[in-house]
């Protein structure tokens, strides 16, 4: 089983009513659904993702991001969702602004562009860092705002938003006590848990 | 009940070939929401496919404004066209005929078969015309779950339909929310808007306001308004296709290679909607275009709860599957975005897909990839809940 669907079903509560945002495959709310009874919505934009999320029994409603949660009402949800999506956003912080007015809790990953990998890359070849977190060159990639994971604790500190739960690891989420230690030089990817 | 034959070599694979529709007698008094009743009537149904052994793969179609019973498959073998939604209905289409038993109806207050305005009236002998009751969204579904009885059908699998048809289908989920499955409702809405009930109001008075309508009672002057549905037909038709289809269709092209310097046909778009005004005129009836237009404009089932869509929506059961198409403008996909944020908000079950199409509100009937990869994932996720045995 993937480790992030692990670590994100041990954060959310059973029958918990969550929305996740960019829901892909509906991969995620597959898994929520049989492991912790969750009820909720998927919202996406890709044509396919769509089709396949239906196929698959999973709600899935067609929304873009970028144009706000305004449909959805305060609180409304107990968990509100975000995997690997954050970085294509047009405005990460209002994004935040709106999954915890949606949602009680939050929660959040992405790609940490301070990677001791990425570090090197840009030290040395002077060039943007291609990984396999983020595999594209600088004019196509979808990642428009990188972020770090110290950048991410500071908005969060910046906003008042409180960061109750968070794991570090590689791309598989495995461990290490490197990631422990240093996560900002040699955490891949976080799973942030938040709250206002 | 099955009217469908397996003969016809001349059809598609995926056609359900040919069809025998079959009028259905009903000795039952219907109560109507005007405060009438229709104490005998009859409705005009198709069927494709089988029914299985525990009546549980039904799905009803849901017609829109000019729709009948006739959705898909050929009368017989001379037929130039196909049934209304043969796209999505049939053999490996959307709504697969081979797994599901699919029934089809001309609504009541109809003119293809149902009892409606040209009907005679049991009482007088005469056509009804202008007395036959003004029938609402809600009429309709009580006389398609009295048809439901008839054949069996405790539950459908799916009720589906678009446009007019898709408020039908959202009527059933509230009104009968035990005895159906899914809910497919199709470039819809839970209401119509100011200007969708304009557009509606320019067609009645086009045709109540010709010389031969005299009243809704053309049928004892042996006359029909040919110039008020002809019109009627013109306006209704522009508004479901989109500036850019009929830009693509007709863009300025003349009918002869010069301008007349008169008020004849210049242009095609011209000849076309007077073409469309003329053979619709000739085949629909004006008192059911009336009726029809204003069970649309009454259709609004939050009324009873102070205009609170969620709450109205708090009975039903089903799931739904509610699609739109990004140049529709009669009924935009903002209306169903409406709905389908107060199905969130009511804590239903819900998907939800935008289309990208061209072709406007008239998109629903049209082939388009994406739609069809959408509605046929949907329907098939349907199918595979019926348990094996129960699959023919």
Known sequence: MRQDL??????????????????????????????????????????????????????????????????????????????????????????????????????????????????????????????RTLPYQWYNTPNIHLITFKDFEALCADKGIKILDRAVGNLAYEDHWKARLWPNLFGEVAIYRISR | MTSTTASGADFPADSVGLVTPQTLQFDQSLALECGSQLNRWQLMVETYGELNADASNAVLICHALSGHHHAAGYHSPEDRKPGWWDNYI???????????????????GGCHGSTGPSSNNPETGQPYGPDFPVLTVADWVDSQALLADRLGIQQWAAVVGGSLGGMQVLEWSLRYPKRLRHAVIIASTSKLTAQNIAFNEVARQAIRTDPDFHGGRYQEHNTIPRYGLRLARMVGHITYLSEHSMGEKFGRDLRKDQLNYGYDVDFEVESYLRYQGDTFSESFDANTYLLMTKALDYFDPAADYQGNLPQALAKAECRFLVVSFTTDWRFSPRRSEELVDALTAAQKRVSYARIKSQHGHDAFLIPDERYQAVFSAYMQRAADELTPSEVK
């Open chain 1, 6 to 131: 692990a670590i994100i079903a041990n954060w959310v509560k059973p029958s918990a009513h969550v929305l996740d945002l960019a829901c892909g495959d509906g991969t995620l709310l597959l898994h929520l659904e049989t492991q912790k009874q969750v009820k909720g919505y998927g919202l996406e934009i890709d044509p396919e993702k769509i089709t396949t999320c239906i196929s698959r029994g999973v709600d899935v409603i067609e929304q873009d991001l970028n144009r706000g949660l305004k449909n959805f009402a305060d609180d409304s949800y107990d968990t509100v969702i975000m995997t690997q999506a954050l970085q294509v956003l047009r405005r990460q912080d209002l994004a935040l602004d709106e999954m915890l007015r949606v949602g009680r809790e939050a929660i959040v990953t992405f790609p940490n562009f301070a990677h001791w990998r990425c570090r090197l890359f840009l030290a040395f070849r002077g060039r943007l860092p291609v990984s």
């Open chain 2, 90 to 108: 049939g053999p490996g289409k959307p709504i697969d005929t081979n797994r599901f038993y699919v029934v089809s109806l001309n609504n009541l």
